[in-house]
């Protein structure tokens, strides 16, 4: 399983952009980046999920460099409600599940 | 459509106590996680299920069994609770074949074991 190195905490104020850094040194050429959020007493959501370039919907974009060793989620504009912790999770189709990792808390402040 | 539930939502057990720990989904997934989750700490994989009748043990297993009777049911079992196993519990499903990794969570059960 590929693992996962992300910082333990960032700090933004609210209307900035915030871009968290994953690495995965070990990716395997099948493995997919996925990122989730996770809000205080709640399950985890699924936020964006890549293999290559740069991928973007609703709510953020998942950069991806050519050799796939790293990941950025990019939020856009953050608000206090973007205060969360953030996973990133690497790992292939097969049967073999994604491990979480500590994740990155987001502390937004107005 | 509900999703991913989970029953109950908190338990208090006494040391030696046993209990189960249901999760159902109606979104006909075949992948079913049950993971635990220590104050400030990130989530760890308990035992999962590829489909119905299988089990496989993730990252914790021991002190818990799972059984995969039917596809949308995920029962998670604790024999004899020890202390070590308060925690919150979640539940996850995920789709398979759509390309998608997306994992849909329960609420999460509060497990207190004194």
């Known amino acids: 399983l590929a693992k996962t190195t992300q910082p333990i905490s960032m700090d933004s104020y609210e209307g900035q952009e915030v871009n968290i850094t994953c690495s995965h040194n070990?990716?395997?050429?099948?493995?997919?980046i996925t990122w989730y959020q996770q809000f205080p007493s709640q399950g985890p959501r699924f936020i964006i999920q890549?293999?290559?370039t740069k991928v973007t919907n609703e709510v953020a974009s998942l950069f991806i460099p050519a050799d796939r060793k790293s990941s950025t989620l990019s939020l856009p504009r953050v608000s206090l409600s973007d205060t969360a912790v953030y996973y990133c999770?690497?790992?292939?189709?097969?049967?073999?599940?994604?491990?979480f990792g500590k994740g990155t808390r987001l502390s937004v402040i107005a | 459509n509900a999703g991913v539930t989970q029953t109950p939502k908190f338990r208090v057990l006494k040391t030696g106590q046993s209990m189960t720990l249901l999760c159902a989904q109606d979104?006909?997934?075949?992948?079913m996680y049950w993971y635990r989750q220590d104050p400030g700490m990130g989530l760890r994989l308990i035992h999962y299920?590829?489909?119905?009748?299988?089990?496989a043990k993730g990252e914790v297993p021991d002190g818990y069994n799972v059984s995969r009777l039917k596809k949308q049911n995920f029962l998670l079992g604790l024999e004899s609770a020890a202390p070590s196993q308060t925690s919150v519990y979640f539940c996850?499903?995920?789709?398979?074949?759509?390309?998608?990794?997306?994992?849909?969570f329960g609420p999460g059960t509060r497990l207190t074991v004194t």
């Open positions: 890549g293999y290559k």
């Open positions: 996850a499903s995920r789709a398979t074949g759509t390309g998608s990794y997306e994992q849909y």
């Open positions: 070990n990716i395997a050429t099948n493995d997919y």
């Open positions: 979104m006909n997934h075949e992948y």
């Open positions: 999770l690497v790992g292939d189709s097969g049967n073999t599940p994604l491990v």
């Open positions: 299920s590829v489909g119905e009748g299988t089990t």
